[in-house]
């Protein structure tokens, strides 16, 4: 059975850090594209950065000099490390696996607010 689990998020306030975490388990993520989304209520899930397997990343163009995507396949997770962070950060977020995002995480709330 394959399950994402992210951790990390929390309360921040704006000009803040966090790190999130999506530990897989049931499969391997070495030959897999990794992914974040975010979604706030009534709008639709946004792509935030994307990993590949050769770790070629790819940022959506609000989130690009501040936020990190990276990869560890010996401990099977994908990190993301956003730093100068904004309410308008403000969301669930998620990590998928897959090309066609296969796999999904239980999402981790960040909340920006002073």
């Known amino acids: 059975q394959v399950q994402l689990v992210e951790s990390g998020g929390g309360l921040v306030q704006p000009g803040g850090s966090l790190r999130l975490s999506c530990a897989a388990s049931g499969i391997p993520v070495t030959y897999s594209r990794l992914a974040w989304y975010r979604q706030t209520p009534g709008k639709q899930r946004e792509l935030v950065a994307s990993i590949s397997s050769g770790s070629t990343t790819n940022y959506v163009d609000s989130v690009k000099g501040r936020f990190i995507i990276s990869r560890d396949n010996a401990k099977n997770t994908v990190y993301l490390q956003m730093n100068s962070l904004k309410p308008e950060d403000t969301a669930v977020y998620y990590c998928?696996?897959?090309?066609?995002?296969?796999?999904w995480g239980q999402g981790t709330q960040v909340t920006v607010s002073s």
């Open positions: 998928s696996l897959g090309v066609s995002n296969s796999y």
